[in-house]
């Protein structure tokens, strides 16, 4: 059995060829590696109703897929972690219902970038009987093909709706080219966004009320980064597992430091409150971002922002965020 769970005990029974065992619970390549000691199991303790993502490591260094378990995890980027689930993990029931009867237009949209080279793209969705004209919420989404093909945000929205839970908004799925560079508190990507995705999307498209930001990871860093300083254009901010251990120093060097640049955007936040934001933050127990998260939530709960915060018993991965999106649409469009 490649993993037995008892309560919130789980033995991970190493295969042949294992030397070490990586996963959420090592934040991957951030901590040492468990190591295998004379292929005897190991034991852990992982919170109750969570989901862990893992692999082991062979003799070469290199992670693979623990071939005696088949479940797989919502992972777009590597092939090889396997979940282990601790009691039930939640999912919002909205997921259950039944489908809806109406859904929102999709429209792709392609360029030559400027601001940062290459082909550009972007997904925009409007919600079932939009009307051309007439202004709604429109949010400006960081990684945007892992949100629409893996988070699923647009058909959430199309469940929401269906259940009358929110009011309508619209997407632009925008996709990076170099999301290190242009993400890492990089000023020049409001320039990208306002120079060429904004005229792309807003107008024709759909006319933006409101504008937000949404992203996870590096995408939370740079929306809250760049919605907390333009009032002028962004009122809402949603963030999963916002990568606030960032500085401009490190990105002056080029590098794309998120465990030791200290916390920069919080003490600028601190100075400067962002007091025309709405804001949804949430972040995993089983990840190196708990504790940033845990005080840029504080920070806007001493400041009076109109805000949310949750923790979900997962790690930095698409199950975290996809559990996450369903309370903050419903925090940022609620009826």
């Not at 919170?47 to 919502?74: C, H, I, M, V």
């Not at 009987?129 to 960081?142: R, S």
């Amino acid at each position: 059995m490649a993993v037995h769970v008892a309560g919130t005990t789980v033995t991970f029974t190493p295969p042949a060829g294992a030397t070490a065992l990586v996963g959420d619970f090592t934040d991957w390549k951030k901590k040492p590696p468990l190591p295998v000691v004379g292929g005897a199991p190991l034991v852990l303790s992982l919170p109750r109703d969570s989901w862990t993502e893992y692999a082991w490591l062979g003799a070469d260094g290199k992670p693979f897929a623990d071939p005696d378990n088949a479940q797989r995890s919502l992972n777009p980027w590597w092939p090889y972690p396997r979940a282990v689930q601790v009691g039930t993990f939640p999912q919002h029931p909205i997921w259950s219902a039944p489908e809806p009867e109406a859904r929102g237009t999709i429209t792709r949209v392609t360029w030559e970038g400027g601001v940062f080279p290459g082909t550009r793209r972007a997904v925009v969705y409007t919600p079932p009987g939009y009307v051309p004209g007439v202004p709604l919420p429109v949010y400006y989404v960081q990684d945007g093909v892992a949100f629409y093909r893996t988070g699923k945000l647009a058909e959430l929205m199309d469940r929401a709706l269906h259940a009358g839970a929110v009011t309508p908004c619209a997407f632009a799925f925008v996709e990076p080219g170099d999301r290190s560079e242009e993400y890492y508190l990089n000023d020049r990507y409001l320039d990208f966004l306002t120079a060429e995705v904004f005229p792309r999307v807003e107008g024709e498209l759909v006319v933006a009320g409101e504008r937000g930001l949404w992203g996870a990871s590096l995408g939370g860093l740079i929306s809250l980064h760049l919605g907390s300083a333009h009032p002028e254009l962004f009122a809402r901010v949603v963030s999963h597992s916002g990568a606030f251990i960032a500085s401009r120093a490190a990105a002056a060097r080029g590098e794309v430091d998120t465990t030791t640049a200290g916390e920069e955007l919080l003490e600028r936040l601190r100075r400067e409150p962002p007091t025309h934001l709405r804001l949804s933050l949430d972040t995993g127990t089983l990840e190196w971002l708990l504790a940033p998260n845990r005080r840029m939530a504080a920070l806007v709960a001493d400041l009076g922002l109109p805000h949310q915060y949750r923790e979900y018993a997962s790690g930095h991965n698409w199950v975290t965020w996809r559990a996450a999106l369903t309370e903050a649409l419903l925090y940022m469009q609620g009826v």
